[in-house]
């Protein structure tokens, strides 16, 4: 059974730092490629990093470059997302979510090519 858990956010000054993860089952990271996507109230979700199934190749929206940084560690199936001076426009429910195709990778990320998503994590830059 394919399962994703999202985990870390919470709320933080701007400028602040935080790490979401998302632990993966019911497949191994080599086989699919990881997107994370936000979603702010009254907004489209948008893409913001993906991982490829091979490790090797990353993407990063305009919105985030330089400031977010995708990561995994295969031996526990998780993908991270370290995200760096944080912004009030960076609020947003996260998600990660696994391609629906395996071994494919493309960019930039769109959610209807991703099948398989997580719960979805708080995040909240506010002074």
């Known amino acids: 059974q394919v399962q994703l858990v999202e985990s870390g956010g919470g709320l933080v000054q701007p400028g602040g730092s935080l790490r979401l993860s998302c632990e993966v089952s019911?497949?191994?990271?080599?086989?699919?490629?990881i997107g994370w996507f936000r979603q702010a109230p009254g907004q489209e979700r948008e893409g913001v990093s993906c991982?490829?199934?091979?490790?090797?190749?990353?993407y990063y929206g305009d919105s985030v470059k330089g400031r977010f940084t995708i990561s995994r560690d295969n031996d526990r199936n998780t993908v991270y997302l370290q995200m760096n001076d944080l912004k009030p426009e960076d609020t947003a429910v996260y998600f990660c979510?696994?391609?629906?195709?395996?071994?494919?990778?493309?960019?930039?990320?769109?959610?209807?090519?991703?099948?398989?998503w997580g719960q979805g994590t708080q995040v909240t830059v506010s002074s």
């Open positions: 979510a696994a391609h629906r195709q395996t071994y494919y990778y493309t960019t930039p990320i769109y959610d209807y090519e991703f099948d398989y």
């Open positions: 991982i490829s199934y091979s490790g090797k190749w990353k």
């Open positions: 019911g497949f191994s990271l080599d086989y699919r490629s």
